[in-house]
T-cell receptor, first 113, second 115 residues
């Protein structure tokens, strides 16, 4: 069974479109995250949710809106996509108290053309 | 604020050589966790090790070993007898316990092992 699964794996879309990436974890973790990995491989936190509550919102354009319907799911919706949004987006989950490592999904490669 | 520095951007070695990847961290917390992740060319992030701040014992797992030194705020990773399959980007990361802080990653070190 996949621990953290995100879909789709690849997403190619035109500028100005709206798209969503879905993430689900079956590990019973209480905290989920979205990370963005740019072309230089730098991994930067975007959002963190604990038990459906937003606890971290880094400096991210408000075109990005995370939604957590329950603690096992954290989706990312992006409005009005721009060329600079092209990146790999990783979903991850862990326990808030850090008792285990964070588990990552396989990543979603978003290409905006 | 927490920070992780991986000064080596790229390293290239010949197969069977030993290689050490450096990681230096900054934190004000006394309780924190350090991690290494591997990202092979296929793109997924593979967990390698987790170490808490109270455990300074070095660890060995097969060809991999880790040297944690609080005195120098370093958590270095050594691969012995490197293999081509070790070629990947390696990330060091830090999380501070109990502060709602997520993993903060270093910028990664790209390791190329040449046959």
């Amino acid at each position: 069974d996949t621990a953290v699964s995100q879909t789709p794996k690849y997403l190619v879309t035109q500028m100005g479109n709206d798209k969503s990436i879905k993430c689900e974890q079956n590990l019973g973790h209480d905290t989920m995250y979205w990370y963005k990995q740019d072309s230089k491989k730098f991994l930067k936190i975007m959002f963190s949710y604990n038990n459906k509550e937003l606890i971290i919102n880094e400096t991210v354009p408000n075109r990005f809106s995370p939604k957590s319907p329950d603690k096992a799911h954290l989706n990312l919706h992006i409005n009005s996509l721009e060329l600079g949004d092209s990146a790999v987006y990783f979903c991850a989950s862990s326990y808030r108290d850090g008792r285990t490592e964070a588990f990552f999904g396989q990543g979603t490669r978003l290409t905006v053309v | 604020a927490q920070k992780v520095t991986q000064a080596q951007t790229e390293i290239s070695v010949v197969e069977k050589e030993d290689v050490t990847l450096d990681c230096v961290y900054e934190t004000r917390d006394t309780t924190y966790y350090l991690f290494w992740y591997k990202q092979p060319p296929s793109g997924e992030l593979v967990f390698l090790i987790r170490r808490n701040s109270f455990d300074e014992q070095n660890e060995i797992s097969g060809r991999y070993s880790w040297n944690f030194q609080k005195s120098t705020s370093s958590f270095n990773f050594t691969i012995t007898a490197s293999q081509v399959v070790d070629s990947a980007v390696y990330f060091c990361a830090l999380s501070e316990a109990g502060r709602n802080t997520p993993l903060v990653f270093g910028k990664g070190t790209r390791l190329s092992v040449i046959a």
